[in-house]
């Protein structure tokens, strides 16, 4: 149990300083969050939001699966986004995937037994029609194909129609040098609102 404990002294010892360095910053959150940005990126524990872009509690919301699927059945996302883009209203989404991917890869080698069979159905789809793509260009290529599968997505979509600025962007990290590089798919409705007021 002692790893357990280290957390929640580590927490006591994290919420004393974030309290020194900037006073007021909890009692000022309590009132509301106003992130500007959703996040879906991989559960993977070396792809931590917050800590590679620099980001406070507060500035992002956050939803994370294996592999950064964007599936229109998953119910668990589609709360998230609608709530991120009815409620909280934030003006960037971003897809954020990483090289290396081990669901990626485990699709890769057909490795994938279970419920992850399933979980990576769209991935295996992919995997067929790229034989000879390499990992970290499926891993760029699975971004770059949930970026799409948001821009189609109807909570998306009716944003877009009611003329709101709201950016989809693709983005993959490297764990081996903690980078993120913007894959410069980034989607904006233009042609959505533009087929609204015509
Ligand atoms: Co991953």
């Not at 002692?2 to 910053?25: D, M, S």
């Not at 956050?62 to 998230?80: F, P």
């Not at 009815?86 to 080698?109: E, P, S």
Request: glycine share 6%; aromatic share 6%; hydrophobic share 40%.
């Amino acid at each position: 149990m002692k790893e357990i404990i280290q957390l929640l002294n580590n927490n006591k010892e994290w919420a004393r300083r974030v309290e020194i360095e900037t006073p007021g910053f909890f009692t000022k959150l309590k009132k509301q969050q106003r992130p500007k940005y959703l996040w879906i990126g991989c559960s993977d524990s070396r792809v931590p939001a917050n800590q590679i872009t620099g980001l406070l509690p507060g500035d992002v919301f956050v939803h994370r699966n294996i592999s950064n699927q964007v599936i229109n059945t998953d119910m668990n996302l589609m709360c998230v986004l609608q709530y991120a883009v009815d409620v909280l209203k934030v003006k960037h989404i971003i897809v954020c995937g990483h090289y290396g991917c081990g669901g990626i890869a485990a699709v890769k080698r057909n490795a994938t037994s279970g419920m992850l069979e399933h979980w990576l159905e769209n991935v295996r789809v992919s995997v067929r029609k790229h034989k000879r793509i390499t990992l970290n260009e499926m891993c760029e290529l699975n971004v770059k194909r949930q970026v799409e599968n948001l821009a189609h997505n109807t909570i998306v979509q009716k944003a877009w129609e009611r003329g709101r600025k709201l950016y989809i962007h693709g983005w993959i990290y490297a764990i081996s040098d903690g980078l993120i590089k913007d894959l410069k798919v980034t989607q904006s409705g233009a042609h959505a609102r533009k087929h609204h007021r015509s």
